[in-house]
């Protein structure tokens, strides 16, 4: 009996640092590739600063625009890279928002596999409802006063190319102070999430539910700064368990790992960007339960 009890603890303990080594690797990926676009983006920040603005994100049309069409390609790094425009102050909150609206993150990769025809009505729509909800949100943070982003934008004016660049910005800005951050943000709720969706059944708890409880669950499963939650609606929609209308929810309010870097940036304009995203899915939901979709 003792025997079969350490056996199963030993067992235990593997699945458990199978995990954490999965998601550390994971983690590894994701900050290599945020540290690239970090240090890219500061530096022609630096070099074509004017010129960069004046192209890119000279009006809050463009940045609607451009953030939902990258945020609808598939994978993350395009959602990490309007954050890092967006901590270097070169677009605003309503680009941020369009990002996270639209993306899908990898997960993009899977729903066209799984669901081709409801994934390429979910791209198309989810960059409309990116732009009028990057509209939205930069008209809501500018109504109740809401100030973004400042400390970021502040510490940019500062910086220089050549020696100054590399010493005092790439390590002293970015590797030192940023980096060991983004890692704890994200090595954490990786291993926490997919804790709970190993070790929880919720595909038949959400299958169970009426459809009003789905699009609101689907709306705050979003608020999780991870995708796990919403390849379990891909899942059941894919299964014919729930309709489009929770699925595209789901994607409306999940922004998978986009904004984890964020979150080593500031934590306040990450809870608005939750609250708002959260919130504009959660109405959109609303709207298609009443038209029947």
Known sequence: MKHGILRTTNEELLVLWNLI??????????ILMVTTLMILIEYFEVKFKDKIREVITGKPLN?????????????????????????????????????????????????????????????AITIILGIIGGYLADKTVKFLKIKTCEHCIIEMHQ?????????????????????????????????????????????????GLPVFALVVFAALAGIIPESGPHMIFLILYS?????????????????????????????????????????????????LLVIGV
Request: net charge neutral.
């Open 159 to 207: 910086v220089q190319t050549g020696p100054h660049f590399l010493k005092e910005h790439i390590y002293g800005h970015i590797l030192k102070k940023h980096i060991p951050k983004l890692f704890l943000w994200i090595f954490v709720p990786l291993i926490m999430v997919e804790f709970l969706i190993q070790n929880f059944d919720f595909a038949s708890v959400i299958s």
């Open 63 to 123: 940045q609607y625009v451009m953030a939902s069409l990258l945020g609808a390609i598939p994978g993350c790094m395009d959602a990490f890279l309007v954050v890092s425009l967006y901590t270097h102050g070169m677009v605003g909150f309503g680009a941020l928002a369009a990002v996270m609206l639209s993306t899908a993150g990898d997960e993009a990769f899977i729903m066209l596999a799984m669901a081709p025809e409801a994934a390429l009505k979910i791209f």
């Open 239 to 287: 299964k014919g368990l729930i309709p489009f209308s929770v699925l595209l929810v789901s994607t409306l309010s999940q922004d998978g790992h986009g904004l984890l870097p964020l979150l080593s940036h500031t934590i306040k304009d990450t809870v608005y960007i939750q609250i708002f995203t959260t919130g504009f899915s959660l109405v959109i939901g609303m709207i």
């Open 21 to 30: 080594l999965k998601n550390f690797w994971v983690t590894i990926k994701i």
